[in-house]
């Protein structure tokens, strides 16, 4: 099984993403987790990516996708994966189906998680990511047992350096500039879900997996 999910800033993505690779047993490719992997390792990539996520800005289309295409060619995605921020625009998409189809596979489900504003910005704002282990947390609605430490692993919580209030603004700025086509686009190949992901975690979670086991 192999899916997308589509959605803006805050909407709970790599969230649910998590979960969902756990409970199908699949690798969860955040793109986003992967440029921020290399641009704390200063990896030419890194080195390339960083001012444009810092600016709030979509990476060039040409280095994400390369990136993806090695992705997905490990050996643990050969069964299915879930693809998280990518892709983001109709670029993107197209460079996807060429990927997908150069290796004989296609995807099976897309879910697009909308969220309104108040919740983005409740959400971003007090999100806490883990230094080591990468797992997600919230002050208020996911919080850790003991502050700013990962109940996982023991590593430290940070605060994203895009989660400020500026380039949060400009991050959904370019999600609502690039959405509506790219929702179109897989509207149009008919395996588009659309899932309101401001209700509980937990709710969003169980709605996608009825979904994917056809319930
Ligand atoms: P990326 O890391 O993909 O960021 P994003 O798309 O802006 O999405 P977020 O990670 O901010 O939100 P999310 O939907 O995953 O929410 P989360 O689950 O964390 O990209 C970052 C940057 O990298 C981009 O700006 C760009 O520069 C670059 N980039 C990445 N992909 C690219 C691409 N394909 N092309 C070009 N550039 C690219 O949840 C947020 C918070 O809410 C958390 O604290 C969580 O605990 C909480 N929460 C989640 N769900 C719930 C819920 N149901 N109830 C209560 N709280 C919740």
């Known amino acids: 099984m192999r899916i997308i999910l589509l959605g803006p800033p805050g909407a709970g993505k790599g969230t649910q993403a998590k979960t969902l690779a756990i409970r199908l047993n699949m690798p969860h490719i955040s793109t986003g987790d992967i ?6 390792k200063a990896t030419d990539l890194g080195k390339k990516a960083k001012d ?4 709030g800005l979509l990476v060039p289309d ?8 090695s992705r997905i060619d490990q050996p643990d995605a050969k069964k299915g994966f879930i693809l998280d ?3 983001r625009n109709i670029s ?10 150069a290796r004989n596979i296609t995807i099976d489900k897309v879910f697009d998680l909308s969220a309104s504003e108040a919740v983005i910005v409740q959400r971003l704002s007090g999100r806490l990511a883990c230094s ?3 797992a997600n947390y919230h002050i208020k609605n996911m919080p850790p047992k003991k502050a700013m430490i990962c109940d996982n692993c023991g590593s430290k919580l940070y605060q994203r350096a895009d989660d400020k209030e500026e ?9 609502k500039k690039e959405s509506a086509a790219l929702i179109k686009y897989y509207s149009a190949q008919k395996n588009l879900q659309e899932i309101c ?3 509980d975690a937990e709710i969003v979670l169980n709605e996608m997996v009825g979904f994917v086991s056809g319930r």
Do not use: F, H, W
Request: proline share 2%.
């Open 85 to 87: 921020g990518y892709p």
């Open 52 to 55: 444009y996520m810092d600016k």
């Open 167 to 175: 380039t949060i603004k400009k991050r959904l700025e370019v999600y």
């Open 62 to 69: 040409e280095l994400v996708t390369e990136m993806v295409g």
């Open 35 to 40: 440029l921020r992997q290399n641009v704390s």
């Open 132 to 134: 080591g282990c990468n």
């Open 92 to 101: 993107q998409a197209e460079s996807l189906d060429s990927l997908l189809k």
């Open 197 to 199: 992901a401001d209700k």
